[in-house]
Nanobody, 123 residues
Framework: QVQLVESGGGSVQAGASLRLSCVVS????????MGWFCQAPGKVRELVATVSWSGSYAYYADSVKGRFTISRDNDKNTVSLQMNSLKPEDTGIYYC????????????????WGQGTQVTVSS
């Protein structure tokens, strides 16, 4: 059974940085594209960023381009999301996700989800 466990959420002021991490166990990490979704209060879960199995390709939502960076370490079965210049609109529950490909991730065809970690950005 593949398990995804996130860490690194918290409450910060606008302009601050946070780094989220997700450790994957129970499967072959390099088989998956990995991604991060955000679900804001009262809204649907949206893709923030995704990275290919090799780490050579990444996609970002327009709202986070230039501020967030997704990376993965296939030796440590870990995917991270570095979030800089945080804004109040970045507030939400962030979910780590595994999918077959980046294209599948963008279609929200996710195979596995983490439990989520809360990020709150105050103005």
């Amino acid at each position: 059974q593949v398990q995804l466990v996130e860490s690194g959420g918290g409450s910060v002021q606008a302009g601050a940085s946070l780094r989220l991490s997700c450790v994957v166990s129970g499967g072959t990490f390099s088989d998956f594209a990995m991604g991060w979704f955000c679900q804001a209060p009262g809204k649907v879960r949206e893709l923030v960023a995704t990275v290919s199995w090799s780490g050579s390709y990444a996609y970002y939502a327009d709202s986070v381009k230039g501020r967030f960076t997704i990376s993965r370490d296939n030796d440590k079965n870990t995917v991270s999301l570095q979030m800089n210049s945080l804004k109040p609109e970045d507030t939400g529950i962030y979910y780590c996700a595994a999918a077959e490909t980046v294209a599948a991730m963008r279609r929200k065809e996710v195979d596995y989800w983490g439990q989520g970690t809360q990020v709150t950005v105050s103005s």
